[in-house]
């Protein structure tokens, strides 16, 4: 079992929001320990020497050694939970691992050859990763750092999968024993940017809608005029009436 990592635990007895954040403000994180059949134990981790490790890719997709006290336990980090607003850990959960137990986890997808691919190098291409890492399933002694998707022999309108991944012997795709298999990555033409309407192009409209309003206004005098006309007609058929009588 390949250990990458070490971190020094001590065992605590406390729990509860308060009892969190008075050990934040000492200076440690709190932290969990589950799996392999035991009980989960309460853990506190000093927070200056964890905080440089979940920066590391690797911390996620490695075993790490836990020693509290003369005890040594195989671990991976399950989640880590940061501060909204600060660059400090809230919490972290981590699993014991068994050398005789699968385990799951997410592995980082390393691509290589973009530059290379004749898609991008003499087709005008442009790549879209669709997926950043993949959830995997082993046994501890056979998981890998990360996975790695060459593309160097992608052209443009190319897509990979996750059956284009080739994964070490006893390593296996959890999306693909699910019956899933989503793109991971594609070469595909950039896309071209509208251009933005021009000065003299927007004042058109501007003019249209000046030149409709006197428009309008003009129907309605000579809508006045035909009423004054309507009215004159019918005073000329009255008098016209009255003199036959």
């Not at 035991?38 to 490790?53: M, T």
């Not at 137990?101 to 990763?129: C, D, M, N, Y």
């Amino acid at each position: 079992m390949r250990i990458a990592f070490e971190l020094s635990a001590e065992p605590r007895n406390d729990q509860g929001k308060g009892a969190s954040r008075r050990l934040r403000q000492s200076g440690k994180v709190p932290a969990i320990l589950y799996g392999a059949h035991a009980e989960p134990v309460r853990l506190s981790l000093e927070h200056h020497k964890l905080l440089p490790l979940v920066a590391d890719e690797k911390f996620y997709s490695s075993i790490i050694s836990v020693n509290v006290g003369a005890q040594k336990q195989p671990v991976i980090v399950k989640d880590v939970q940061m501060h909204p607003a600060r660059n400090a850990i809230v919490h972290l959960d981590l699993q014991r691992v068994l050398e005789n137990e699968k385990i799951r986890l997410h592995l980082p997808i390393h691509f290589k050859g973009e530059a290379a691919a004749p898609g991008i190098k003499t087709q005008g291409g442009v790549v879209s990763h669709h997926m950043a890492d993949m959830e995997v399933v082993c046994l501890p002694k056979d998981l890998p750092e990360y996975i790695e998707l060459d593309l160097s022999a992608m052209n443009l309108n190319d897509s990979l999968y996750l059956t284009d991944i080739k994964v070490p012997a006893g390593v296996t795709i959890s999306a693909l024993a699910h019956g899933a298999n989503p793109p991971v990555v594609s070469i595909h033409a950039p896309r071209v940017a509208e251009p933005e309407p021009t000065a003299e192009a927007a004042a058109v409209p501007a003019e249209g809608a000046v030149a409709a309003a006197p428009a309008e206004g003009a129907a309605a005098p000579a809508a006045d005029a035909k009423k004054e006309e309507g009215k004159k007609d019918a005073g000329k058929d009255a008098k016209k009436e009255g003199g036959k009588k």
